[in-house]
Every structure is written in C-alpha cells, then in structure tokens.
C-alpha cells in the first residue's frame, strides 16, 4: 500500500538504502518500481565494478558579467598563490565589504571574505568550457550506469537558468542541458554494446508542491493548471514519484522539443509573485535505459539537472503573504539540501550514517542521485554589483 508523504504533493523508483553502492546494475525487470532495487545483480558490467568510490560532491563557482563598470569588490585567488594554505590548494574567490560607517569609526567588521571552489570560473567563462568542467563526467557515468546529479545555485539573476538551460540568443549560450542531451545522442551512437533508451521529464516544485511540465496539453495559463506531481512511500519505505510524466526521445531532436515544452509551460505558469525570479526549483531528469545486446537484462539510470530556486534570504519585515510563504518554502527546501549535503560529506568521512532524504520533496526525489558513487556537482553563480555581493555574505 502506498501512503501520501506530504498533504498533497508527489512514480519513478527510488532507492531507499542509504547505504548502498548508487550504481544501477543491469536488472530483468523492466518495471520502474522494481528496476532501481539496489544491487539486484543479473548480469556482470564490464567496467570498474568493483570500485566503491567515496562521495565527493565537486562544487564550483561561477561568475556572471555584470552589466555595469564594477568596481573592484572582488577577486580569485588561484591555488598556487595560496602558499600559506597547507590543506589541498583550491582555488577561492573574496569579497570586499566595507565596514559600515554607521556602526562607528571603531569596529571590528570582517571586512574580507573568502569562499574555497574546486574550481572557479570568472565572467569570460564560456558554455562550452563550463559543460566540459562541470558536466561531462558526470554524464558519462550516468551512460556507465550511475545515477547523477547538478544543481545550480544563487541569488535571483546571478546566471542558474543561464548555466542550466543557456541564453536563447546565440546556439553557442546554449547551457548544460541542451549540451548533455546532444552529447548523450552522440555518445550512444558510438557504444555499440548497449541500446540505449532515453526518456525525458521536467518536474517543478513549487511551495513544496511537485508539477509535471511536460503537460502538453497548451491548457495550462498557471502553475497549478499543470498536472500535480505526488510522492509516496511503499510498505518498504521506498519513495516513488506519481503523475510525472516520462517521454521516450529516440533523437536530439525530439529531445529538445520536449525541453521546449517543459521551458515554455515554465514561462506560462510562472510563480504567481514575481515572474522576474524563479521561486520555484526546476529538475530536468533524462532516464539512460541500457539493454545489452543479446541479453534480456537492463540498467537503468537518471541524470537530474537542476535549476534551484533563488538563495537570498527575504527580511521577513520588507515582506509577507505570498512573497513570504515563498521565501519560507525556499528557504526550509535549501536547508534541507544542505543538511544532506553535509551528511553525505560527513558519511563520506565514516562519521554517520544517516542522510536525511525526507525532510523535503527535492530531496526526496534527488535521493537515488546523491552520494555513494553517484557523480554530485553544484556550481555556484554569483553577481558581483556591489548590493549583490552583500547578499552573498549574509546568506
Ligand atoms: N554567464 C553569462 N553570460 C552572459 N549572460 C548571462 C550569464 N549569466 C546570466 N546571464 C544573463 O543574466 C540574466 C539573468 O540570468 P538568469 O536568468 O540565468 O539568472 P537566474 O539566476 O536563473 O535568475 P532567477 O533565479 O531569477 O531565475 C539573463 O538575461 C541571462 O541571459
């Protein structure tokens, strides 16, 4: 029997055993909710097995150009340059908060402040160099069976959509998801020891509410028009999503079509409160159904590119109602995010072992992707006008 998680949110299978090696191995039941069971081993796969790999989530910066003349209130530290830091040289980006004159000549303010990045990317950064960075090997290993997972995160018009989707403008803005699905296409073409199956979904969440957007019906004019995403928990305590729609593309191109539904019911729906930011997460999810030649066994595995609401924090005195209500469910859903970030870090480390996947939908839904063996990245787009930097510090 299965029972609602939450009052009237969101199947796909998800894996439930927090301490499981994440990879999909090749499995004959096609069923969805059977297919993602842990370790259900039919069928050897050839290549590295074997290695159990610690979670590393690799995360980066990236910054985005700024319209105006900034005046220099930041700066990139490479690696070698920070001789003085024994721990593994990283690069760091920094911030320059003056002091506030308000507070009195004589404070104590920190002033400067430094963030670590396994790799920084500064404004002249092109797509295509962040796709090759940031993407590639987490796409390859979804081709090799394992599930996979970016996140962008930032404040509101720091580039995630930019980074994610890409710019409408020029073919060469187009971001990592157009970027995976054209690689993926071309990458199978080439392995000839699989077919492959690519299936397509969009989810949204909004409020901790889930939303199919790839409905495409063209009758929804606002978000809760779509159809409404559930999850729910089977008597093994395995988590499922229901009413997400799964599309197979058999090209690039029809691929890219159903990203273009998916964009254009994200434009049509937009949250009620502010159509110039996202306050809502996106999650862009392209499922790998691998069918060996001459074999009945499958594997089957997801690649989630998401498109996290907007980070900044909302004084609750400049705000209420909706705004508020908003800012509340974003905030809560970026803690939890963190929370299990943290943990798998620390699980990493042999310091824990629970991660707490349930405490919100994205989480939820991300669990099968997230740690273990599967490849983790985040990138970090940030603005850097002055008032924005500010809003980086305090958040
Ligand atoms: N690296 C970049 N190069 C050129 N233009 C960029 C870059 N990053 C962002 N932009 C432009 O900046 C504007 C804001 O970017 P974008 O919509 O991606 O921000 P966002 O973080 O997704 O904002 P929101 O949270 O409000 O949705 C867009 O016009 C986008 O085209």
């Given amino acids: 029997m299965l029972k609602n998680l939450q009052s009237d949110i969101s199947i796909i299978t998800l894996n439930n055993d927090d301490n499981t090696d994440k990879k999909n191995d090749f499995s004959n039941d096609?069923?969805?909710?059977?297919?993602l069971k842990n370790n259900?081993?039919?069928?050897?796969?050839d290549s590295d097995d074997n290695v159990e790999e610690i979670s590393t989530i690799k995360i980066y910066s990236r910054i985005r150009p700024s319209k105006y003349?900034?005046?220099?209130?930041?700066?990139?530290?490479?690696?070698?340059?920070?001789?003085?830091?024994?721990?593994?040289?990283?690069?760091?980006?920094?911030?320059?908060?003056?002091?506030?004159?308000?507070?009195?000549?004589i404070n104590n303010q920190k002033e400067k402040h430094e963030f670590k990045f396994d790799r920084v990317f500064d404004k002249d950064t092109k797509q295509e160099e962040i796709f090759d960075v940031v993407a590639k090997d987490v796409v390859l290993s979804v081709l090799d069976g394992y599930n996979g997972t970016i996140f962008?995160?930032?404040?509101?018009?720091?580039?995630?959509?930019f980074t994610i989707t890409g710019g409408a403008e020029r073919?060469?803005?187009?971001?990592?998801?157009?970027?995976?699905?054209?690689?993926?296409?071309?990458?199978?073409?080439?392995?000839?020891?699989?077919?492959y199956s690519i299936n397509i979904s969009y989810l949204e969440i909004y409020n901790e509410n889930g939303y199919d957007l790839l409905d495409s019906s063209r009758e929804a004019k606002k978000l809760e028009d779509l159809p409404k995403v559930y999850l729910m928990e089977d008597d093994e305590n395995r988590i499922h999503i229901r009413n997400l729609a799964s599309i197979p593309a058999v090209n690039e191109e029809e691929a890219l079509n159903l990203l273009f539904i998916g964009d254009t019911n994200r434009v049509i729906s937009e949250t009620p409160s502010n159509p110039e930011s996202s306050r809502s997460h996106c999650i862009f999810i392209i499922t790998v159904v691998c069918k060996r030649q001459g074999h009945d066994a499958i594997r089957k595995s997801k690649l989630h590119l998401v498109d996290l609401a907007g980070s900044e924090r909302v004084a609750k005195t400049q705000i209420g109602g909706t705004l508020l209500k908003e800012a509340k469910y974003i905030n809560l859903s970026l803690h939890y995010l963190e929370q299990v970030i943290i943990a798998l870090h620390e699980k990493a480390l042999g310091k824990r072992q629970h991660i707490p996947y349930r405490n919100s939908m994205m989480t939820s839904v991300l669990r099968d992707s997230l740690g273990g063996n599967c490849k983790t990245t985040m990138i970090a787009t940030i603005a850097v006008e002055p008032e924005l930097i500010e809003v980086i510090i305090k958040n």
Avoid at 40 to 45: H, N
Avoid at 90 to 102: M, Q, Y
Avoid at 171 to 190: A, H, N, T, V, W
Wanted: proline letters at 7%; one cysteine or more.
């Fill in 69 to 105: 003349k900034v005046p220099n209130r930041y700066w990139i530290v490479k690696p070698e340059e920070d001789v003085l830091n024994d721990e593994k040289p990283l690069p760091k980006i920094g911030f320059l908060i003056p002091r506030s004159e308000s507070q009195g000549l």
């Fill in 40 to 45: 259900t081993k039919i069928d050897e796969i």
């Fill in 152 to 161: 962008a995160y930032g404040q509101t018009g720091s580039g995630k959509t």
């Fill in 171 to 195: 073919y060469e803005d187009r971001g990592i998801i157009p970027r995976s699905l054209q690689f993926i296409f071309k990458e199978i073409q080439k392995r000839t020891d699989c077919e």
């Fill in 30 to 35: 096609s069923s969805d909710d059977k297919n």
